[in-house]
């Protein structure tokens, strides 16, 4: 954190282990809460823990870390109505500080990230 006044984003998207332990980090068992609009009928999500590098061109490069069971989601037949929904993610073994990405999945396709930072 930077500062005595670390933001609620710092807060929420940082990981850090707890003393005396250090990385690699084993992470329990987590949920990943979302708010869904425009969407239609029945799909299947899933969510994917990604740790990113910078690749021998100084790119980005990611690795799944973890993945959870895709569940299959009705959204009825709405797109203007707000649907919640939570995936369990299971244990997740962080191999060391850095930046991590949480990426929602639908029907094979990335619709929503959240970066984390181990540290």
């Given at each position: 954190?930077?500062?005595a006044d670390p933001?609620?984003?710092?807060i929420l998207h940082?990981?850090?282990?707890r003393p005396p332990f250090n990385y690699p980090e084993w992470?329990?068992?987590f949920y990943l809460f979302a708010m869904l609009a425009d969407g239609q009928g029945v799909c299947d999500f899933s969510v994917e823990m990604r740790q990113v590098r910078l690749d021998?061109?100084?790119g980005e490069a990611e690795n799944i870390v973890g993945r959870s069971k895709t569940g299959r989601i009705d959204l009825g037949s709405q797109p203007l109505r707000v649907q919640p929904?939570?995936?369990m993610m299971p244990s997740v073994l962080l191999p060391q500080a850095g930046v991590y990405r949480l990426y929602l999945i639908c029907n094979g396709n990335e619709i929503g990230v959240e970066t984390i930072h181990a540290r």
């Open positions: 954190m930077d500062g933001s609620v984003h710092q940082a990981i850090r282990p992470k329990p068992t021998d061109q100084l929904i939570s995936f």
